[in-house]
């Protein structure tokens, strides 16, 4: 039973219980499951009855307590995030626990209220991840460590045991704790045996036997798991190791709540405490204090743990944090009532109200905040998209080509209801794509992408942003098949995407694209650009399929050369592939069927440029960044007509457009390029249409690729059109038609 004068010290340590309580459980299950969290519920719902759940990385014990939350809530945010939840609240009392453990109450009480309103701390209370639970974990090997070594006896070493055993069923943080108790054991052991006391070393011997039994069904786990994340070998993390001013400045913002000033008053109240500890000559308490905090540190960097610089992983040292702020802030509220001469608690009031005011605000803007809106990203393609649309999944800046996306966003999409194609853009498989070619679905694009802004230079696409760094991408009129549309896309996010990986990697899916249309002159011309921006793929980009791509594109290329007809050009293919990867250039030179600017240039075609202010020419065009290329020059109104017998064997009409560089400044409107055919019977047909402006998003060459096989062994006309734009204003048309030429193709 509590005495009288203990009274406020158990009605203030219940209020501070209950505040975290409440701080912990409002809007546990609001937000949506982030990619992690959606691992923990994969491992649990998809693990048979009986079994462990093992997730990658992770040993099992929060699994197998969410997965007793999860038969008896169901599958749901606040199921899976109630083991967290409730190792966040038991590590309040357990604090100020061991603050009164210490013979400072009112330290305890202290550290208490302000894990309670820890952002940090809130925000692992609120995730169905391991972390509370390492840290709850953590903090009874730490409380009852001091305890066995204070007054050594069997129950205290063996409570001890049990904690530090359920400790590393926690996470594999805690072996690093773990070190670092071993370290202070140690010590205290050599004290044992230099006074005589023998015997008492017996306790911690039995201690590691016990956990060592406890932990002998995870070992074989154990070394493969330690092998991924320790050593400068290993694969876990796409991040380069640490420092330990890193980890140091990690700890000191999230300990102490972000920014602005507070975490400097933390920090002087932390090193106020340990000043208080040497001060009043605690030194067993400071010296047990100082190893078990700044040790971890030091082993994470001699184990060359694989991890970013992420307070997370060294969430177990908040505790150990905040009990010298208690003891600061104990001391200054002994003094000011010494010197007021009461004891009325009046600076205890204060204080807890200018805490709660400085936290407060913090609190709730952790309780907003949602990490990643999956759920709001799979409920905007549940109401605008069609079953089976295409959702193609991209990360535009993991350095080594991770793509969360494809992670996260398959849960959420299938507990919507709805059937999507979904598409891995790091992944990509050609027979799925050729499936897509003959199809006009609609696509959609859902991306992460870090960098401050996203803003697509097509604006005929659309971009929604969602929390946190999550965008959806569709195209408000989708144009043509669904291969185009992804081409079309990509040629949008290429240029948004960090350099080199994860740009070389979608610029490699683009060729993949472009192969599964048979448009194998632009797949040639977008591989090389992926082995001109990364060489060398690193070892977490996946499997290296560009020779792959580079051969099919070749076989497809040949094949199409010699059932055209055209073996001599099917020799030399081959020749050229023997040398080495094939270009653009070359397979544009053994496919083309008609050369369009030759034709001109052989006086073939019918000029029409009487009412043009320039006669038509061949001019290089010389865009920017981008090759320069033969291109005939129409200044509208003009065209060009040839009259042409088609080959049996099918051909595409392929080009490009674009407006001449000098003329974009000159206040004109752009042109329209238009492209008719008219067969030997029936009307004229239009194949083509596309303005092009002289805005910054048009600045470019406009690529175009039109099958002519239903007129295949037939005479027709081809008119290569320009016209004004759409104010009827010429002022500076320079329109030009880049490299137009017929290439064979199935």
Known sequence: MFSQANRPWLAAALLIIGLGFAVRFINLGGDSFWLDEIFTVRVVTMTPPGLVPRELDHPPLLHILARYAYWLFGENQFAFRLPSALAGVLAIPLLIAAGKQWGMPQAGLWAGLLLALSPFHLRYSQEARQYALLMLCSLAAFFWLYRALYRPTWERWLAFSLATGLNLYSHYGALIFLAAQAVIIAIWSVRQLRGGRWRCVGYPVAAAFLVSLLYLPWLDRLQQDVARNVGAGSEASS???ASAAEWAKAAFYAFGTTGGIIPYLMALAFFGGLGWLLYTRQLTRLGYLLAAFFLPFGFIILFEVNRAAWPRYIIYLLPLYLLPVGMTLAWGQQWAENQRGKTDGLFAVFLTLLILGGHWPMVRAEHRLVLEDWQGAAAQLAAMAQEGDVVITLSLNFPLGDNIVFDALPYHLQRSGRAYTVLHSNLLELETLRGLRPQQMQVWAVLTNWNQQTQLADPSFILTPYPLNIFVVHQESPRGRTLAQLSALYEQLIPLADAPVPRCLLERDLAAFYLADNQLIAAAAALHQSQAQCPVYPIHAGVEVRPVLAEQIF???YQIVLAAGQPDQADWLMARWAEGWLTAEDLRAAMTAVDLLQLYEQGDGVVDDAAAPEPITII???????????????HPPAQM???????????WLQGQTA?????????GDGATFVITVQPPSGPAVELYRQHI???PVDQKWHSY???????????ITLTLHTEAGPAADSTGDWAGWGLPRLVWGE
């Open 239 to 241: 991040f380069a190791m």
């Open 555 to 557: 076989q497809a290329a």
């Open 620 to 634: 290089p065009f010389n865009l920017p960044g981008q090759t320069s290329q033969p291109t005939l020059f129409m």
């Open 641 to 651: 007509q040839y009259n042409l017998t088609l080959p049996v064997y099918p051909v």
């Open 659 to 667: 407006m001449y560089p000098d003329s974009w400044h000159w206040g």
């Open 693 to 695: 402006s002289n805005a």
């Open 705 to 715: 690729t039109i099958s002519l096989a239903a007129y295949a062994g037939q005479t």
